[in-house]
């Protein structure tokens, strides 16, 4: 008689094998560690200034360079190997400083109700109703944005607030549960009970936030460039696509590859992450894993 072995159950199984048993999200995984090594290993080997040579303008592919070059004569692929950095930091550093306002006034509001969630709440309206696009132009004009820090910084404080929302509507949930209620007889003290106990069973849906935060930030970046709002100053892909813009690379056969290779190493780094999420989602949602 042949005994059929019970399935394992999803606690039984390992973290590295719920992380693999989704091939989009192994292969988005996949697709994001390649391009942030790429990011980290490159400027070891290359230089940050990428030398023009005049006499090699709007140049196709050949052997000395296999992407072609631009209108100053400088290489498009040592200009796509070093150009991810910026672009990398500051989606990872605005998506971190949006996650944390999020989560920080979100759990605040809802834990606590009354007078700071109304105030909170009327915060996040006004914040949602600043027009971005014009206050990066007038942050644009008062301020020098070729900092990463800076940019990071301006962009993830103008991103929370719909995460925000969503962050009080999952505290407001889980703060009728039995264990909320047992620190609270514990009096653990606010802090305790919101940043301890309530946030830390949100871990899932904060993870997968950030990442889709991470896209918006890069999205957010390459359109401050492309809409002329940050200078045209140092490397990084979307400094080459407001160069491509603006040099109309689009009108050249030559330009082609300055101009779309900026925007495929976009595309798929955006593409990684978004596939990444399915993975996190069958680790991290139970449900999902059961499947």
Do not use: C
């Not at 790429?38 to 006499?55: E, H, K, N, Q, R």
């Amino acid at each position: 008689m042949t005994v059929i072995a019970p399935k394992p159950t999803v606690q039984g199984q390992g973290l590295l094998y719920r992380l693999t048993r989704n091939k989009v999200g192994v292969a988005g995984f996949v697709i994001v560690a390649l391009i942030i090594l790429m990011t980290i290993i490159a400027p070891l080997f290359l230089s940050s200034t990428v030398p023009s040579d005049a006499y090699n303008t709007w140049q196709g592919p050949s052997a000395e360079h296999p992407l072609g070059t631009d209108n100053a004569g400088k290489d498009v692929l040592h200009q796509i190997l070093i150009g991810g950095g910026t672009v990398i930091f500051v989606g990872l550093g605005a998506a971190a400083l949006t996650t944390v306002i999020a989560v920080v006034l979100g759990a605040l509001a809802a834990y606590l109700r009354g007078p700071v969630d109304t105030v909170l709440l009327q915060l996040t309206d006004i914040v949602m109703t600043v027009p971005q696009i014009v206050l990066l132009a007038v942050m644009g004009a008062f301020f020098q944005l070729t900092n990463p820090v800076l940019l990071a910084i301006l962009i993830g404080s103008l991103s929370w607030p719909i995460l925000m929302r969503s962050i009080r509507a999952q505290v407001l949930s889980l703060k009728e549960r039995e264990f909320v209620e047992a620190a609270r007889l514990l009096d653990l003290g606010t802090s305790r009970v919101v940043f301890g106990e309530i946030v830390p069973n949100m871990a899932g849906f904060i993870l997968i936030n950030f990442i889709i935060a991470v896209t918006n930030a890069i999205y957010a970046l390459v359109g401050l460039y492309v809409l002329g709002l940050a200078p045209i100053s140092g490397s990084n892909w979307g400094i080459m696509i407001r160069k491509a813009w603006v040099f109309d690379a689009f009108a050249l056969p030559e330009g082609t590859m300055f101009m779309m290779a900026p925007i495929i190493m976009i595309a798929l780094l955006q593409l990684g992450l978004i596939m990444l999420t399915r993975s996190l989602e069958e680790v991290l949602n139970p449900r999902l894993s059961d499947g």
